[in-house]
């Protein structure tokens, strides 16, 4: 992949790692002839690490800090490092030197073969068996409910192309889900072994809690694939079914009773159908006001980002990197980032530039 390559990094309380994570980066990316910047996101640490990457950054031009107010957790730094990187390329990886940045010339050559999303997997993964072994049924439930054929979802090393990042938009816990969203988009995503490094400094930010939430948010990343854009084939769908059985049960205890001379008043059955009825008809509310805020966001125009180029006369006319700003834009509220740091010192963000973070449409997969 030729033009300049950003490495985002985030980090949270990773003080000790930074230093020489970046020895290691510039060992191995200036063996490989690569041009590069590194766009670290400060997580709202609390043990120094800003001041570590101050000092990095100061003596040269390409290490550039996105300071975030306070903790907003992975999935926002990630989205911050992508607003602000300026490359043509981009690959994530994390800032506790768990990650090889040897491994990167490899993890973007399938960028070249036409592959938009390449994601690590980290196939001996160095880590405790209570993560190893959940990890891996996290995978394989990912892979079955998503159907895109991934071992490692999760894995912080990645390569983008830039219309990716500029696309995609992730919050919250969603990091897990990058290749999910971007395929969602109909972005073309691959895997490509890697190594992994025991930790050597500081502490992992996840515990068991992470499959958990892991778990509703990938509800919420289906829910949004599938449905964000036709709500109530969902929940409209479920709903009418319900009512439909509820009037079965209901038509079969009034004949019994008309026709047979059977007391229904104390048969389960009657409240079964009942609520079967008041159940679906909430649910069929519900894909209702779905459809309405499905609506008003259609309203806005066709999203941009669904579009991968536009043609005319046999010459591309616009890519989707140069495309315009989406209705629904994939930038993340400037409000939470507090500075972005550059070499010549700090300059405050453009509080005011950046339109506020809605997530953008993704393809709608039939
Ligand atoms: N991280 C972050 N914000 C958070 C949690 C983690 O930026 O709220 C960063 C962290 O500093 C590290 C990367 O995300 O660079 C992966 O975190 P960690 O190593 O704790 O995850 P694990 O390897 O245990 O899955
Ligand atoms: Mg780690």
């Known amino acids: 992949m030729a033009g300049l390559l950003s490495l985002v990094i985030p980090v949270y309380n990773e003080a000790d790692s930074l230093e020489p994570l970046v020895a290691e980066i510039d060992e191995s990316l200036r063996a490989a002839g690569l041009e590069y910047e590194i766009v670290f996101v400060d997580d709202g640490s609390t043990d120094g690490s800003f001041a570590v990457m101050q ?11 996105v300071k975030l107010r306070r903790n907003f957790g992975k999935a926002a730094a990630l989205s911050h490092g992508f607003a602000e990187c300026r490359g043509d390329f981009v690959v994530t990886m994390d800032g ?7 491994e990167i010339p490899r993890l973007i050559a399938p960028l070249d073969d036409g592959y938009d999303l390449v994601s690590g997997w980290k196939q001996s993964r160095q880590d405790p ?14 892979r079955r409910t998503t159907g895109i054929p ?10 983008y192309r830039r219309e990716v990042v500029d696309t995609i938009y992730v919050y919250g816990e969603q990091h897990r889900y990058i290749p999910v969203v971007a395929a969602q988009a109909g972005f073309r995503v691959t895997e ?21 939430r892991g778990y509703l948010d ?27 059985i509820g009037i079965l049960v209901e038509l079969y205890l009034t004949v019994d009773k008309l026709v047979f ?19 679906g008809v909430q649910l069929l509310s519900l ?9 008003s966001r259609a309203r806005g125009g066709p999203d941009p980002a669904q579009v991968a180029r536009i043609v005319e006369g046999g010459i591309a006319v616009m890519s989707a990197a140069a495309g315009p700003a989406a209705p629904g834009s994939s930038k993340p509220a400037a409000a939470t980032a507090a500075l972005v740091v550059a070499a010549a010192g700090s300059l405050p963000a453009d509080a005011a530039g950046a339109p506020a973070g809605v997530a953008p449409g993704v393809a709608d997969r039939q």
């Open 55 to 65: 000092q990095l950054a100061a003596p040269r031009g390409d290490v550039r800090i």
């Open 192 to 212: 490509e072994k890697v190594s992994h490094r025991r930790r050597t400094a500081g502490r992992s930010k996840y515990g068991w809690q992470r499959y958990l």
């Open 129 to 142: 068996l209570n993560k190893t072994l959940p990890s891996r049924l996290f995978n394989w439930t990912v």
């Open 261 to 279: 001379g059977h007391p229904i008043g104390q048969r389960p059955l009657l409240l079964l159908g009942a609520l079967a009825i008041i159940v």
């Open 287 to 295: 894909g209702l006001i779905g459809e309405l805020i499905a609506n």
């Open 96 to 102: 506790d030197r768990q990650d090889d940045p040897a």
């Open 150 to 159: 991934l071992h490692d979802f999760n894995c912080g090393l990645k390569s």
């Open 218 to 244: 990938l509800m919420t990343v289906l829910f949004l694939g599938r449905y964000q854009h036709r709500p109530q084939h969902l929940f409209g769908g479920i709903g009418t079914l319900l009512i439909l």
